[in-house]
């Protein structure tokens, strides 16, 4: 069974940083990627950062230059590294992971990951 648990959120004002944890168990070893997203009330989910396992990363315009993801492997944890935050940045963050190879619409797209984390909130006050 696999699962991925974050860690890592709370509040802060607009200029801070955070750093989020996404700890895996289960089969690991069968993982391509992974990723963070986030989703902010009646907002849809957003794919902002992805390691795949060649270790390339990619991001999305609103966090590129701001977040780092990376990844510790002996220990199976994706962290996320946000800097310069926000309020925009406030939204509930989730770690994913897929074992697919290839995409069919791109590696920020939600429907591309078959596992998912049970989310850790980050506010962010101006």
């Known amino acids: 069974q696999v699962q991925l648990t974050e860690s890592g959120g709370g509040s802060v004002q607009a200029g801070g940083s955070l750093r989020l944890s996404c700890a895996a168990s289960?089969?690991?070893d069968r993982w391509y990627n992974r990723a963070w997203f986030r989703q902010a009330p009646g907002n849809e989910r957003?794919?902002?950062?992805?390691?795949?396992?060649?270790?390339?990363?990619s991001y999305a315009g609103s966090v590129k230059g701001r977040f780092t993801i990376s990844v510790e492997k002996a220990k199976s944890l994706l962290y996320l590294q946000m800097n310069t935050l926000k309020p925009e940045d406030s939204a509930m963050y989730y770690c994913?992971?897929?074992?697919?190879?290839?995409?069919?619409?791109?590696?920020?797209?939600?429907?591309?990951?078959?596992?998912w984390g049970q989310g850790t909130q980050v506010t962010v006050s101006s």
């Open positions: 994913a992971a897929r074992s697919s190879v290839g995409y069919l619409e791109g590696p920020l797209r939600a429907s591309e990951y078959d596992f």
């Open positions: 289960g089969c690991t």
């Open positions: 957003e794919g902002i950062a992805v390691f795949e396992r060649d270790d390339d990363t």
